[in-house]
């Protein structure tokens, strides 16, 4: 084991790693941790009671952080005419057809959000090899396979993000910047906890949450007190 930095000694002292945090306390401990130079993530990391081989056991859905996650969202949208159009017009950094199916499919994957119209997903199916490994490939659930792009365009510019279970069957997410004021960031981690409790499948049996912790880009993981949440 690498001899742990000067920083991340002088964070030792003020954390305590077997306690359970409320989540505004933790919140409130990330932020005072040392900075720095850059403005790091809030992530979050949760355990839920379900088993990923089972098909029916998916956990899947999208949720709008009411203050954004502090991102840049580089957003690209699969659409032909008019509908290119509209994507432009309502933010997109990207938008058109063979062109930019002929882009991705050379190794181009600098963005963030792909959204689609139906009549195009025949095509972007071909490139899954793609797409596919890097979690970009839309899908109809996540709302990124639509007829009203203007629309998906304006919720994943606006803080729309997408949680899904991972082969581990976990769940990890940004919330926010350190940057954001400690309400905001609570409130990020409220919506998005509220929109995975409610997406528990019926043939998942017993606790959902199982645990959780709060951590930044570059510092400590801190263990949230599942007693303590309040999910609508």
Known sequence: MGKRSKRMQEIDKSVDRN?????EDAVAVLKKCLPTKFDQSMNIAVKIGIDPKKSDQQVRGTVTLPH?????????VIAKGDKAKEALDAGADFAGADDL????????????????????????????KVLGPRGL????????????VAKAVKEAKGGKIEF???KTGNINSPVGKMSFKADSLVD???ALLNAISRSKPASSKGAFLRSMYLSTTMGPGLKIDLQSLTLA
């Not at 306690?19 to 989540?23: A, C, L, P």
Request: proline residues 5%; positive net charge.
């Open 19 to 23: 306690k359970s945090y409320k989540i």
């Open 68 to 76: 954004g996650t502090g991102q840049k969202v580089t957003l690209v």
């Open 101 to 128: 199916l002929e882009k991705i499919k050379g190794g181009w994957t600098d963005f963030s959000v792909l959204i689609s119209t139906p009549d195009m997903m025949r095509e972007l199916g071909k490139l899954g």
């Open 137 to 148: 490939m839309p899908t109809p659930k996540a709302g990124t396979v639509t007829t009203d």
């Open 164 to 166: 899904k279970v991972d």
């Open 188 to 190: 990020n981690l409220n």
